[in-house]
Nanobody, 125 residues
């Protein structure tokens, strides 16, 4: 089992930045694909970033491309999401997730095996 705990959420003004962290325990995540998802009120959960086990490949949807950056430090069993130039529409609960598929990045929530409890990100205009 893998336990994931997100941190770093909060309130920020539009144009500002936040860095989310996802600390894993219970098992090393060094061979897992890791993803960040978000869910706004009344909307479906959507992917905002994913990274392969060695960081060699990443995925971003157009909505966050060039603003968000996912990274990982396998020695610390931690994944990060750097969010720059935040917009009010980025407001959501952000979740970290792990997929033991290893190679191919998945973009839908049901493909991921483990989830954190989420951290709230609020962007004021």
């Amino acid at each position: 089992q893998v336990q994931l705990v997100e941190s770093g959420g909060g309130l920020v003004q539009a144009g500002g930045s936040l860095r989310l962290s996802c600390a894993a325990s219970g098992r090393t995540i060094s061979r897992y694909i890791m993803g960040w998802f978000r869910q706004a009120p009344g909307k479906e959960r959507e992917i905002v970033a994913a990274i392969t086990w060695n960081g060699g490949s990443t995925y971003y949807p157009d909505s966050v491309k060039c603003r968000f950056t996912i990274s990982r430090d396998n020695t610390k069993n931690t994944v990060y999401l750097q969010m720059n130039n935040l917009k009010p529409e980025d407001r959501a609960v952000y979740y970290c997730a792990a997929d033991d598929g290893r190679v191919i990045i998945k973009t839908v929530p049901h493909e991921y095996d483990y989830w954190g409890q989420g951290t709230q990100v609020t962007v004021s205009s």
